[in-house]
């Protein structure tokens, strides 16, 4: 395999500039949208940390390596006739349910098989260019694990005015958790920056220096004595940031294993059951998108959409209800 490794160094007239725009200055044989990609699949480092933001501010006197593959190794996404369950489509929007497994764009370790394939098949060249070759159309994201409402763009207008509403906090991402403990008080917000950790490179954690985050949340039931069902409302938009926030103070997903074990209170007929691959998939953590809203970018109508839970966190709840006797409340 043949990769090109550069060291480019940040002067004093370099410091702040977005570090897309610093690669595609320093290394000119490769396009600033080319260098989107090779940030997004985690080939650069700063200071020995890996950064994937584009829009990370670079700062004189860092020690910055790039590695690029060669085009020949690093293809376009290919369409491929991956079905999916649309919510929503028009000439500007698409909006689908995604399942449970599914990666949303091609990356290293998922090079295909992505929701971006799907959507190439089913849009063709109608997609937005503004986020690069390899997420075509992708404005924000959900965890492979993490199932429910996405919004793509199919031209770059739309997609330059979703973004804006990202931004700015206006799109509406409300999701539904079933999280280990009795969670205490029953609602409030959870505020903390969140970055990566630096002893556990797959993981986000809460930190100084990371980005601002801001959660807001609901119990909607608790089920049995070791478990809540909960509402969240992202305020921001941070890389795994409900399973940060909740694992945080100690409430994480049921079934996400990077941020939270089983606790040592866990009925054993719970853990016998999301170790059952036949009734929990392996790697699936209890989190559904089930809410998006957002202004339409030619109308400007706000559109609303919501979603019921998928088969496998329905058939949970049941499992849970049925065990405890209890109903589950009318939200």
Not at 32 to 57: E, H, M, N, P, W
Not at 66 to 94: F, G, H, K, M, R
Request: glycine share 6%; aromatic share 6%.
């Amino acid at each position: 395999m043949t990769h090109a490794l550069h060291t480019p160094i940040v002067d004093l007239q370099d410091h702040g500039q977005r570090l897309d725009k610093f690669l595609a200055l320093k290394i000119p044989e490769c396009s600033r949208t080319r260098f989107q990609d090779v940030v997004s699949q985690g080939l650069v480092k700063i200071d020995d940390t890996t950064v994937t933001d584009a829009s990370y501010k670079v700062k004189e006197g860092q020690d910055i390596e790039v590695t690029i593959p060669s085009l020949d190794e690093d293809p376009s996404p290919l369409p491929q006739a991956i079905p999916l369950d649309i919510v929503y489509e028009d000439d500007d929007v698409i909006v689908v349910n995604k399942p449970a497994g599914m990666v949303v764009h091609p990356a290293v370790g998922n090079a295909d098989r992505t929701l971006v394939n799907a959507l190439l098949s089913h849009c063709g060249d109608a997609l937005s260019t503004l986020n690069g070759v390899k997420r075509p159309g992708i404005v924000h994201r959900l965890d492979k694990e993490t199932s429910g409402l996405l919004v793509a763009a199919k031209n770059d207008t739309a997609h330059a005015h979703l973004t804006h509403q990202l931004r700015a906090h206006t799109m509406g991402r409300t999701y539904i958790a079933v999280v280990w403990g009795m969670v205490s008080p029953r609602f409030g917000t959870i505020e903390g920056n969140i970055g990566r950790d630096p002893r556990h490179r797959q993981r986000m954690t809460m930190r100084d220096g990371g980005k601002f985050a801001r959660t807001h949340y609901k119990v909607l039931q608790y089920l049995g004595p070791v478990v809540s069902l909960v509402e969240c409302r992202l305020e921001t938009g941070r890389t795994h940031q409900i399973r940060v926030h909740l694992s945080s103070k100690g409430h994480p997903l049921l079934g996400d294993a990077l941020y939270g074990k089983d606790p040592k209170s866990a009925p054993a007929f719970l853990k016998t059951y999301l170790q059952a691959q036949e009734l929990w998939p392996k790697g699936r953590h209890a989190l559904h998108a089930r809410e998006l809203t957002f202004v339409h970018p030619t109308t400007k109508e706000r559109l609303c959409f919501e979603t019921d839970l998928p088969e496998d966190m329905r058939n949970l709840l049941d499992m849970l209800l049925s065990h405890y006797k209890i109903a589950l409340k009318d939200k």
